[in-house]
């Protein structure tokens, strides 16, 4: 299993300032520039910290918001590109279907490739619901927009021989050419990000590795579609490398301390709920049949289905309230000990059948420089070495699934 640190650089200064929602609409009068180059160049030293312990690296993209800063991924992964030597570098991940552009998609990843020598992976996403007010991206043509965005940044990553033209539904151009070529050929490693199984299938026959967050044991049912699909193509079982898996991590010595850490990367959590409601499940973004089969659920069961994570028990739990123990129990968040978070990680790998990488939420909220680094250094020491050589041998995808 590799390991990934991450986090999405929150200014979490406005937090407590106001009691306004967080995304979209709370002004910039919030945030101290100074304040925010001092946390912006603090999570540039982390991620650097992490070349000298072996801790990969992957940075995503959201804007207009107090909970993350990241407001270009390619921006810091060009900076770490040349301020790193050893690891791997990872956009995850840039929303292709609210950038305007995709061959300048195409122009920034093969330049940090070109900057790191090849140790870019290039993540793509739909975007989130929220982001798609900022963009002004409308919510029901983005799955297209995606695919065609993803389609033409590949073509422009691997087309040397002569410009191209490209008249697509959204995108149009004369002749695309593009300088530098990335090292890697013929194109850095492509991921994808899926919550749950619909899109599992799709993302698998690209080849592309799949990563999901925060989903615990509902993780297995998106490898598994992964899984089920590469079957039928004939390709036999997947590699666990394919697979990511990004979780809440805290770690220290004592128990109740790693638990406190954990809480303030939790944050995170707790700050989605500050949203207002226009800008959750603009219409379009996700197909009808869905919405309606969510409000089905949450009208039986009393909460709604996207931030409900099962327990071991089958009971639920919900992500933006529930306890540190409640999210461990969950898979949603590994901390404790070097000891019990090696444990925890050892059990969600043996769940999912299989999981190559975790791609771990190592600093949130307003959890200090030095609690990150005392995580991160004693992570690199005694969890990372033992679940390296985690595997699941012989794991097989459920025959009513491969049936279904």
């Not at 050893?86 to 279907?97: E, H, N, Q, T, W």
């Not at 995709?102 to 020598?117: G, H, K, L, N, Q």
């Not at 050892?346 to 771990?360: I, R, S």
């Not at 307003?366 to 609690?371: A, I, L, Q």
């Amino acid at each position: 299993m590799k390991v990934w640190h991450f986090t999405e650089q929150p200014y979490y200064p406005a937090w407590d300032a106001t009691d306004r929602q967080l995304k979209n609409t709370l002004p910039n009068k919030y945030l101290d520039p100074n304040i925010a180059a001092d946390l912006l160049n603090r999570y540039l030293d982390e991620w650097e910290l992490c070349d000298e312990l072996g801790i990969n690296i992957t940075i995503n993209e959201h804007h207009s918001t107090a909970t993350s800063m990241s407001s270009s991924c390619t921006l810091p992964l060009a900076a770490l590109a040349r301020a790193t030597k050893k690891v791997r570098l990872m956009s995850l991940g840039i929303p292709i279907a609210n950038r305007a552009d995709p061959v300048r998609v195409a122009e920034e990843c093969a330049i940090i490739d070109c900057y790191s020598r090849g140790r870019f992976e290039m993540g793509f996403v739909r975007g989130i619901d929220y982001d798609v007010f900022p963009a002004n991206s409308p919510p029901v043509t983005q799955t297209r927009r995606f695919a065609e965005a993803y389609k033409l940044i590949l073509k422009a990553m691997t087309s040397h021989e002569a410009p191209f033209a490209w008249q697509g539904e959204f995108y149009n151009y004369r002749a695309v050419n593009i300088w530098p070529r990335s090292v890697q050929q013929p194109h850095p490693p492509v991921w994808m990000v899926a919550l749950g199984p619909g899109a599992g299938g799709w993302i698998a026959e690209q080849k592309s590795h799949v990563g999901t967050f925060l989903t615990g044991r509902l993780s297995k049912q998106l490898y598994d579609a992964y899984r089920r699909r590469w079957i039928e193509l004939g390709w036999g079982m997947p590699s666990n490398d394919m697979f990511g898996y990004m979780a809440i991590v805290a770690v220290a010595k004592d128990e109740k301390v790693a638990k406190e850490r954990a809480y303030k990367i939790a944050g995170y959590l707790r700050t989605q709920t500050r949203l207002d409601t226009q800008f959750q499940n603009p219409p379009g973004y996700v197909p009808s049949k869905f919405v309606a089969k969510r409000m089905r659920i949450e009208a039986e069961t009393g909460y709604a289905p996207l931030y409900s994570v099962p327990r071991g028990d089958g009971t639920s739990v919900n992500l933006h309230g529930a306890s540190i123990d409640d999210l461990i129990a969950a898979q949603v968040v590994f901390a404790g000990t070097p000891d019990q978070v090696f444990e925890q990680i050892k059990a969600y790998n043996a769940n999912v059948g299989g999981c190559g990488n975790l791609l771990m939420m190592g600093q949130g909220g307003d959890m200090t420089h030095d609690e990150t680094v005392d995580s991160l250094r004693l992570f690199a020491s005694d969890v990372m070495p033992r679940i390296a050589e985690l595997k699941v041998e012989g794991y097989e995808v459920p025959k009513a699934q491969l049936a279904a």
